[in-house]
């Protein structure tokens, strides 16, 4: 149920929305059947101008415009195998003087004895379908729902914005919120615990909704508590929390850290710490507020103010708008307000951006519960600081679970909303507030604690997702969030911002980190013999060389294992190694014809040998001088490092060097009841 109620700024109305629950592709289709009559409600053909993306001509066109962009927002959030039945229709709903009902809705039915579920809880029509993958009442609708469409004539001027922009101006309910509020409540966002008695709808049988509810001072589930335990639970104001893993990790980066926090020198007993911030004002998280707390003079705060000045002012609700008090408030010297609601807890205290462009304040600002604001008002002499907590996440206990709203005294929409507190605002909080959105990140995130199931691919970031970017998500493009629903990183085949190269995305080498081979830093990589980053020379001996080739003969060092190193000296230096010849007489000639040769004497000049045939070698070298380096033994005639004087070229050497290189190779198990919300 929505109701809607009037409050003027500077001449201006000031539109706050009240919504209660009633009796409510990506992945999941909603098949809207219309319940109206000709020329009423969807069929209205009452011409219109198309509004803010809507492009409907006639006011039914847009009413289905508009309820329909709300289904695809659910639609693209949800999984499910089964279409899911809404049925809507717009009709004269209830209204008075300053509140009217804007809409209801709620599961068309419930079903025990869900296949490969807890047989005693009672699921919601859409939910049992979508569990088990096919329907398991036909013909019975998954979601009921009703519109006002007689707004106009509770308030004057007041109307139906149709937009699907969010723009929803003062004198305006936005229906998009609204529908994707009440279509909330008809997925199973809702307790079926009774508000009067405590119990549960069928047989003491929870919901999926209420067995994700904690209450925080017994630290037990609702499902474990007696009735008249779980009514007292439904009126203690933030003691009321959800449950579930998936919507208090969404809440931990969905909500705005920076939670309002009292606490009073000396401490008043059974103040409650339930304050709620402002869309406007300067916030707690730049600096807490340490003063008295006084009342305003005039009490109504409506006019000039006196008596305030360097204290923390409390203004009552009154018939004046909370932008007149606190501007009267500011002027007067008041550090901080204290905005006192009418309700327990504190409705949310957002204000239009057409209110604030008539009326603006800077003055720190919270709501406070009636109760709380007497035991102020009761102990004028305590000291009163309003700190914010700039970790916590606006809308959660310190144990990072989100609120349920609780109140007092118990209303419909007890226990079947998200507390106000939450900043951003909810789209299923208890009232609709100025803030128009559409965002349902946190309540699709309960939901699926509940068991529906969210998809990649629905431009929402849900549970265990890094990114969703919906239709542009890419396995192709650069910096896209991936079809898997992860952020675009080294590894994923595609060349993105900071990369070089990226896997198999071209035919050059890439390394693990997204880089191009280079050698000299410091990775042995494809093609090189080693790779000792700066450490590379191609002066020091034993280094890796800058080509990032391994050390060897020839390189210009003399590393381990070499007496030399050719391309340094390559006149004294073969193979590495020094190379001496003797240093006396000149080696004999010889007689390959038959003749002996002639002898060759140490320094002497060599003899002549005569011609002939057959004959042997005979001529020797000359005697080494004792300095040279030969390790044959002394021979003379093949050592390594002594040249044989006189080697004819037909005759080769047989010592050879090798390189070697390494190579861096429904049935259902019981009769279904069908319970009507």
């Not at 409907?56 to 899911?84: H, K, M, N």
């Not at 009703?146 to 922009?165: R, S």
């Not at 103040?271 to 008295?292: C, H, P, Q, S, Y």
């Amino acid at each position: 149920m929505s109701t809607h109620s009037r409050a003027s700024v500077a001449g201006l109305l000031a539109a706050g929305l009240s919504i209660l629950p009633g009796s409510a592709r990506a992945a999941a289709t909603f098949e809207l059947v219309v319940l109206d009559q000709p020329g009423v409600g969807f069929l209205d053909e009452t011409p219109a101008t198309p509004v803010g993306g809507n492009t409907g001509t006639t006011v039914g066109e847009q009413r289905t415009q508009a309820f329909q962009y709300a289904l695809d927002v659910w639609g693209a959030a949800l999984d499910s195998p089964v279409p899911i039945i809404v049925e809507a229709s717009f009709a004269p709903l209830e209204c008075s003087a300053t509140s009217a009902v804007l809409g209801q809705a709620g599961p068309g039915g419930f079903e025990f004895y869900v296949p490969g579920q807890d047989p005693l809880v009672l699921f919601p029509e859409a939910l049992a379908d979508r569990l088990v993958g096919y329907d398991l009442a036909p013909g019975v609708p998954d979601i009921q729902s009703e519109f006002n469409g007689a707004l106009g004539d509770c308030f004057p001027g007041m109307d139906w914005y149709y937009g699907i922009d969010a723009q929803a101006f003062d004198d305006k309910a936005d229906l998009v919120m609204t529908v994707l509020h009440e279509i909330g409540h008809g997925l199973g966002f809702l307790s079926t615990a009774d508000n009067t008695t405590g119990a549960f709808l069928s047989d003491g049988s929870p919901d999926p909704f209420s067995k994700l509810l904690v209450d925080t001072a017994s630290g037990q589930a609702w499902d474990l508590l007696t009735d008249a335990e779980r009514l007292e639970s439904m009126s203690a104001i933030r003691g009321l929390v959800w449950g579930g893993q998936f919507g208090n990790a969404a809440a931990a980066t969905w909500l705005t850290p920076g939670a309002p926090h009292i606490r009073t020198t000396p401490a008043i007993t059974g103040l409650n710490d339930a304050l709620i911030d402002a869309n406007f004002g300067r916030k707690l998280v730049e600096g807490a507020i340490t003063g008295l707390a006084v009342p305003p003079d005039p009490a109504d705060g409506c006019s000039y103010i006196t008596g305030v000045s360097g204290n923390i002012v409390l203004l009552p609700y009154a018939a004046c708008h909370p932008l007149n008090q606190l501007a009267y408030a500011e002027e007067a010297g008041a550090i901080a307000g204290i905005i006192v609601a009418n309700e327990s807890p504190p409705p949310a205290l957002d204000q239009s951006p057409e209110d604030l462009a008539i009326v603006s304040t800077n003055l720190p600002t919270v709501g406070m519960a009636p109760e709380d604001a007497a035991l102020l008002a009761a102990n004028p002499s305590v000291t009163v600081e309003l700190y914010a907590e700039p970790t916590q996440p606006t809308g959660v206990d310190d144990e990072g679970r989100v609120y349920i709203y609780a109140s007092e005294p118990i209303t419909s929409s007890s226990a079947s909303h998200i507390d106000p507190v939450v900043r951003p605002d909810a789209v299923l909080e208890p009232s609709q507030t100025a803030q128009v959105h559409h965002d349902i990140t946190l309540e699709r995130a309960m939901l699926r604690d509940m068991g529906w199931a969210t998809t990649c691919g629905n431009g929402m970031l849900d549970a265990g997702e890094t990114c969703d970017n919906g239709m542009q998500n890419s396995n192709t493009v650069a910096d896209a969030c991936r079809l898997s629903c992860v952020l675009a990183a080294c590894g994923d085949d595609v060349v993105d911002t900071g990369e070089q190269c990226d896997g198999t995305a071209d035919q050059m080498p890439c390394k693990a980190d997204c880089t191009r081979p280079v050698c000299g830093d410091g990775t042995v990589d494809m093609g090189e013999e080693c790779d000792s980053g700066a450490m590379n020379s191609d002066s020091a001996p034993n280094a890796c060389r800058t080509t990032c080739e391994s050390p060897s003969c020839g390189d210009g060092v003399v590393d381990t294992g070499e007496s030399c190193d050719d391309a340094a000296t390559p006149a004294t230096c073969s193979g590495c190694v020094v190379l001496m010849t003797g240093t006396g007489g000149t080696a004999g000639t010889v007689n390959l014809t038959g003749g002996t040769s002639g002898a060759v004497s140490s320094g002497g000049t060599a003899g002549a040998g005569a011609p002939g045939s057959g004959g042997t070698l005979a001529g020797s070298a000359g005697s080494p001088p004792v300095d040279e380096l030969d390790d044959d033994g002394g021979k003379g005639n093949g050592g390594c490092g002594c040249r044989v004087a006189g080697r004819s070229p037909a005759s080769p050497s047989l010592l050879a060097f090798a390189a070697l290189g390494v190579w861096v190779l429904r049935r259902r198990s019981a009769p279904a009841k069908v319970a009507r919300a």
